[in-house]
C-alpha cells in the first residue's frame, strides 16, 4: 500500500536540508573543540578501564579531564543499605568546590550485572507501595491524586544499580547543580565486550533513562555536546515549536534562544495532548491552524505527549494500519496526521518528534511511564520516518519525589503538596530556567548531530 506521506522528492530534499545543518553545527563543534580549555570531572572506579576514556576525551574532544582517586576498586552494591565504597564518592566534599562544568560518571566496572535488571525492580527499589496521596493546592480546582511515594534516603539500598547511582547522582545534583553529568559505560573504550558488561550496560543504561541522564557508549555520544563546554552557538535558522505546556511556559525555549542561532515561532498550548479523545479539543492537531502564514520554518519540533495515556500493547501493534488511516487516537495515527500536515505546507522542513521526560514522578503512581510513551512514540516516528529529540533519554530533569519541604502525610486528608519548587522545575512538574537548560542543550544536541 501507497504510504501518502512519504514523498521521494521530499526526502531527497529533507535529506539535503538536514545535511547542512549538521554540516555547520558539526563543522562549528570541531573547530570550537580544538580550542576548548574545559575540564572535566572523571568519578570513576576503575584506572585501568577510565584511562581508555580519558584519552579520547582530551584528543579528540579538548577536554581537560581530572581524575577523582577517592572511587578506585569502589564497587556499587551491597546486600543491605549504603554500601561503604558509594559512602566514599558522597563523601568527596572537593567536588563542589571544583565546580567542573561536565562531570563523568563511570561506576559499576567492579560490579557483577543485576540477577534481575528489569524496570520494574528498579522502580521498586526506588518507591514504596502502597500509593500515596499529592495535591495541588494551588489555583480555583486543587486535585488530590494518587503517587508512588519515594523511598526516604536512608532505607534505598544499594542491591542494585538503580539505589546506588539514583544517590551519587543525587548528591551531585545537590553539589553542583549546574554542572553537566554524563554515565560513561563501565567497560574500556573501543574494546569487545564481555556477556556481562553487555547486560552491565543495559542495566544502567536504563537507570540512566530513569534519572534522564545521557548515556556514553561513545565518544560521538559526548561529542554532540560539546557546545555545553565550548561556548560556541550552533545557528539551528528558524524553528517552529508545536507543543503542550513545556513550550507554552517558555522556559525551555528561552533557553534554546540562548544557547543557539535560532528564530522561533511558538505554538505551543497549555494542557496540549499529542492524542485526540472524545469532547476533547486541546490537541498539538488544532495547533495547526495557529501557524502564521509568514512562517518558514527549516525545522519543525512536535513536543507532546505529557498529557496523554500510554497506548495498549495492542494498539502498538496496529501502528502501520493507524499510520495509514491517519486514526489520531494514538501516537503514531497523530503523528502521521501531522507530518502529513506540515509536510503539505513545508517540504523543505526537518520535522523532529521530541519525546516526553519524566518531570512528573511527583503526581503520578506511574513513575515511570514516561519511559513506556517514550517508546511507543519512538517506534511510530521511526515506521513515518521521522527522527526524535529524546528528552526521556538525556534530559537529566527526573527527580524521585521525597516531600522535601516535609509537607503533609500522604493521605487523604493530609496529602503531599507537588507544585513546590525544586531545583530544576517551578512547580514539580515545568522546567524552571536551569531545567530548560537541560532540555535545551539536548535539543541542540540531536539538531547538530548526524
Known amino acids: 500500500m501507497t504510504q501518502p506521506y512519504i514523498h521521494m522528492k521530499r526526502n531527497i530534499h529533507l535529506r539535503r536540508t538536514t545535511g547542512i545543518i ?20 572523571l568519578i570513576s572506579d576503575n584506572r585501568m578501564t577510565s584511562d581508555s576514556w580519558t584519552w579520547i576525551f582530551s584528543d579528540e574532544m579538548g577536554l581537560n579531564v581530572s581524575h577523582s582517586t577517592s572511587c578506585y576498586d569502589c564497587r556499587l552494591k551491597s546486600e543491605t543499605g549504603m554500601s561503604d565504597d558509594v559512602a566514599r564518592v558522597l563523601s568527596n566534599n572537593n567536588i563542589r568546590s571544583q565546580k567542573p562544568g561536565v562531570i563523568l560518571l563511570q561506576l559499576g566496572c567492579n560490579d557483577t550485572a543485576d540477577a534481575d535488571g528489569s524496570m520494574s525492580a528498579y522502580e521498586h527499589s526506588l518507591f514504596d507501595y502502597p500509593y500515596g ?12 491524586k494518587n503517587i508512588a511515594v519515594s523511598k526516604n534516603d536512608g532505607r534505598v539500598t544499594n542491591a542494585n544499580f538503580a539505589g546506588s547511582i539514583y544517590r551519587i ?92 542561532n535560532v528564530s522561533l515561532t511558538n505554538v505551543g498550548k497549555t494542557s496540549a495532548t499529542l492524542k485526540e479523545r472524545k469532547g476533547h479539543t486541546n ?76 518531570l512528573y514522578y511527583g503526581h503520578t503512581d506511574h513513575p515511570f511511564d514516561f519511559i513506556v510513551k517514550s517508546e511507543q512514540i519512538r517506534r511510530a516516528a521511526s515506521l513515518i520516518g521521522i527522527p526524535t529529540i529524546d528528552w526521556d533519554c538525556e534530559g537529566r530533569l527526573s527527580f524521585v519525589f521525597n516531600n522535601s519541604k516535609g509537607t503533609g502525610a500522604g493521605t487523604e486528608a493530609s496529602p503531599f503538596i507537588y507544585n513546590v519548587p525544586t531545583l530544576e522545575t517551578g512547580d514539580m512538574l515545568h522546567p524552571n530556567e536551569r531545567g530548560g537548560r537541560y532540555l535545551a542543550e539536548c535539543a541542540v544536541a540531536r539538531l547538530c548531530s548526524k
Open 169 to 260: 547522582v543525587k548528591f551531585l545534583r545537590e553539589q553542583t547543580p549546574d554542572s553537566r553529568i554524563f554515565l560513561l559505560a563501565p567497560c574500556r573504550y573501543g574494546s569487545e565486550k564481555t556477556s556481562d558488561e553487555t547486560a552491565k550496560n543495559a542495566q544502567i543504561r536504563l537507570v540512566a533513562q530513569m534519572l534522564c541522564v545521557p548515556f556514553v557508549e561513545d565518544a560521538n555520544m559526548l561529542q554532540k555536546y560539546s557546545f555545553v563546554w565550548n561556548g560556541m552557538k550552533p545557528s539551528l535558522g528558524n524553528v517552529l515549536l508545536i507543543g503542550d505546556s513545556y513550550c507554552a511556559t517558555k522556559k525551555w525555549t528561552g533557553q534554546l534562544e540562548k544557547i543557539a
Open 22 to 41: 549538521a554540516i555547520i553545527c558539526i563543522a562549528m563543534l570541531k573547530f570550537s573543540a580544538a580550542n576548548a580549555e574545559a575540564t572535566a570531572l
Open 283 to 358: 490537541t498539538l492537531g488544532a495547533q495547526l491552524l495557529r501557524i502564521p502564514a509568514t512562517c518558514r520554518p527549516d525545522i519543525i519540533l512536535l513536543e507532546g505527549g505529557i498529557n496523554d495515556d500510554a497506548d495498549t500493547e495492542r494498539t502498538v501493534e496496529a501502528y502501520p494500519e493507524h499510520i495509514q488511516n491517519l486514526k489520531r487516537t494514538n501516537f503514531a495515527g497523530a503523528l502521521a496526521y501531522l507530518v502529513k500536515v506540515l509536510r503539505g505546507r513545508f517540504p523543505n522542513a526537518q520535522i523532529y518528534a521530541v519525546t516526553p521526560g519524566g
Open 133 to 144: 496521596k499529592v495535591c495541588n493546592n494551588k489555583g480555583a480546582n486543587p486535585r488530590t
